[in-house]
Every structure is written in C-alpha cells, then in structure tokens.
Nanobody, 124 residues
C-alpha cells in the first residue's frame, strides 16, 4: 500500500513560480511511474508530468518548458517545479503513482494511487 501526500500549493501571480512536493509512504519500486495530474472546475483530470524510476520524464505541450518533474529517492518524494505560471494553470494538482505487477499466476495487475490534491491558483 502506498500513501501520497501533496504540499506546496497556494496563490501566485501570473508569471510566478511554485514548487509542489509529493511525499510517498510505503515502498517505491524502480518500475513505478510517478506523476502529477491536475483538474480544474468543470474539466477532466489531465496529465501534467510523469517520471520513471530511470529518470525519464514526459510532459504535455501545455506545460513543456515551464514545468519540471523530479524525484528524490532517498526521501521518497517527487517534486513539480512550475514556472511562468498562467491563470489557466489554476487547478487542484494531484500526485499519482502507477504500478504494474506481472506474475505468471495472475498475469498483469495495475495499481494506481492518488494523493488528496493541493490547490494552485494563478491570478492574472
């Protein structure tokens, strides 16, 4: 079982920066994929960034060049550094862990864990 706790959200002016943190309790394994998602009112939850155990990262075009995801294995923590923030970045940001376990007996099992979310508000 994994628990994820986000922190670092808040109110910032457009053009500003924020760093979100996600502390994970429980064991994190190298094949796990950690990520950040966000959900604005009336919108579906959307992917913001992912990072693999090998350090590979991925971003949608909407945040590429402005957001950076990173991890600290010693602290079991993943970060999202957000810069050049825009009002449209306003949303609740969620930390996510996706784990896929393959066994002969069960085949493929996927486990997805979510944090409780942290509000980010960007004023114009």
């Amino acid at each position: 079982q994994v628990q994820l706790v986000e922190s670092g959200g808040g109110l910032v002016q457009a053009g500003g920066s924020l760093r979100l943190s996600c502390a994970a309790s429980g064991s994190i394994f190298s094949p796990d994929v950690l990520g950040w998602y966000r959900q604005a009112p009336g919108n579906e939850r959307e992917l913001v960034a992912t990072i693999t155990g090998g350090g590979n990262t991925d971003y949608p075009d909407s945040v590429k060049g402005r957001f950076t995801i990173s991890g600290d294995n010693a602290k079991n923590t993943v970060y999202l550094q957000m810069s050049s923030l825009k009002p449209e970045d306003t949303a609740v940001y969620y930390c996510n862990l996706r784990r896929v376990i393959v066994t002969i007996e069960r085949g493929i099992d996927e486990y997805v864990y979510w944090g409780q979310g942290t509000q980010v508000t960007v004023s114009s």
